[in-house]
C-alpha cells in the first residue's frame, strides 16, 4: 500500500512557475513509476508525466514537454514536478499516481493522491 500527498499547488500568472511535490508513505517507493496527471474544470483526466523507479527515464505528453520536468528523489519517497512557463490552459487539479509491474507509457495506476490545484492567471 502507498499513500500519496502533494503539494505546492497555487495561484500563477502565465508565463510564472511553480514545483509540485508528492510524498509518498512506505518503504518500497522506489519500485514505482510515479507518475503525474491533471484535469482541468469539465475536462477528462490528462496524463502529464512518468518517471521510472530509478528516476533515469522520464516520459512526457507533448502539451507539456520542454517546460516541465519530472524528478524523484528515493531518499526522500518525494516525487516532483517543476513547472515552468506556465500557461492559462494549464489549470487544472494535479495528481501523483504509482505503478508497478507495467510499462512507463501506461495510463493504468494503482495509487493516487488527492490532488493540488494549479491555477494559471492571464
Known amino acids: 500500500q502507498v499513500q500519496l500527498a502533494e503539494s505546492g499547488g497555487g495561484l500563477v500568472q502565465a508565463g510564472g512557475s511553480l514545483r509540485l511535490s508528492c510524498a509518498a508513505s512506505?518503504?518500497?517507493?522506489?519500485?514505482?513509476?510515479m507518475g503525474w496527471f491533471r484535469q482541468a474544470p469539465g475536462k477528462d483526466g490528462e496524463f502529464v508525466a512518468a518517471?521510472?523507479?530509478?528516476?533515469?527515464?522520464?516520459y512526457y505528453a507533448d502539451s507539456v514537454k520542454g517546460r516541465f520536468t519530472i524528478s524523484r528523489d528515493n531518499a526522500k519517497n518525494t516525487v516532483y514536478l517543476q513547472m515552468n512557463s506556465l500557461k492559462p490552459d494549464d489549470t487544472a487539479v494535479y495528481y501523483c499516481?504509482?505503478?508497478?509491474?507495467?510499462?512507463?507509457?501506461?495510463?493504468?495506476?494503482?495509487?493516487w493522491g488527492q490532488g493540488t490545484l494549479v491555477t494559471v492567471s492571464l
Open positions: 518517471i521510472s523507479w530509478s528516476g533515469g527515464s522520464t
Open positions: 512506505g518503504r518500497t517507493f522506489s519500485t514505482y513509476v
Open positions: 499516481a504509482a505503478q508497478r509491474g507495467r510499462p512507463m507509457t501506461s495510463r493504468e495506476y494503482d495509487y
